[in-house]
């Protein structure tokens, strides 16, 4: 059955949207499970919540795959684009209106994580209606969407010290 593409990038704003939310309680409602913790946020740091957003739109982008891949000669391309501006905007927007105002404040953060899901859906949106203009191979879009990961589960676990990693609370970094 065709269904739109708005549709879908709809479908998957909301999935994310409640997705995310749920991952972030996930590693603790586990008791900590180092495995879940490379799919779910570990602490509340800006570069955990950034995997509530990646991983989220990944699991979207394999389940809309079947019914939009062939309709779009950018589909891959465009997701990995639309995954990867929604992860940069979310530090974007915390360090920018936290810089400018000299405080962090939980509300404006839960906001930055839908603001940044819908930016990036909407952005993928066009993107797939766009006509191509360089070539889009899979196999690259894939690699890139796997570094990107194993960045996530590496950094996880031994997280560079400067301050993305930092988590507010604790003042840890990584997985405690």
Same mark, same amino acid.
């Given at each position: 059955?065709?269904?739109? #593409?708005?549709?879908?990038? *709809?479908?998957?704003?909301?999935?994310?949207? %409640?997705?995310?939310? =749920? &991952?972030?309680?996930?590693? @603790?409602?586990?008791?900590?499970?180092?495995?879940?913790?490379?799919?779910?946020?570990?602490?509340?740091?800006?570069?955990?919540?950034?995997?509530?957003?990646?991983?989220?739109?990944?699991?979207?982008?394999?389940?809309?795959?079947?019914?939009?891949?062939?309709?779009?000669?950018?589909?891959?391309?465009?997701?990995?684009?639309? #995954?990867?501006?929604?992860? *940069?905007?979310?530090?974007?927007?915390?360090? %920018?209106?936290?810089? =400018? &105002?000299?405080?962090?404040? @939980?509300?404006?953060?839960?906001?930055?994580?839908?603001?940044?899901?819908?930016?990036?859906?909407?952005?993928?949106?066009?993107?797939?209606?766009?006509?191509?203009?360089?070539?889009?191979?899979?196999?690259?879009?894939?690699?890139?969407?796997?570094?990107?990961?194993?960045?996530?589960?590496?950094?996880?676990?031994?997280?560079?010290?400067?301050?993305?990693?930092?988590?507010?609370?604790?003042?840890?970094?990584?997985?405690?």
């Amino acid at each position: 059955m065709y269904t739109s #593409t708005a549709f879908w990038q *709809l479908g998957g704003m909301v999935f994310t949207s %409640v997705a995310g939310t =749920i &991952l972030h309680f996930v590693f @603790d409602w586990t008791g900590g499970n180092a495995a879940v913790g490379v799919f779910t946020a570990v602490n509340e740091s800006i570069w955990e919540h950034t995997k509530l957003l990646f991983v989220p739109m990944t699991l979207w982008t394999l389940i809309e795959a079947p019914a939009l891949r062939r309709r779009h000669d950018a589909f891959w391309c465009a997701k990995l684009r639309g #995954t990867l501006l929604g992860i *940069l905007l979310i530090p974007t927007m915390y360090y %920018v209106y936290s810089g =400018i &105002l000299g405080v962090s404040s @939980d509300y404006v953060n839960i906001t930055i994580f839908f603001v940044a899901a819908a930016i990036a859906y909407c952005t993928e949106t066009r993107w797939l209606s766009a006509p191509r203009r360089t070539p889009c191979r899979a196999s690259l879009v894939w690699a890139v969407w796997g570094a990107v990961f194993l960045l996530y589960a590496v950094w996880t676990f031994l997280p560079p010290p400067i301050p993305l990693f930092r988590d507010p609370v604790s003042g840890a970094y990584g997985l405690v």
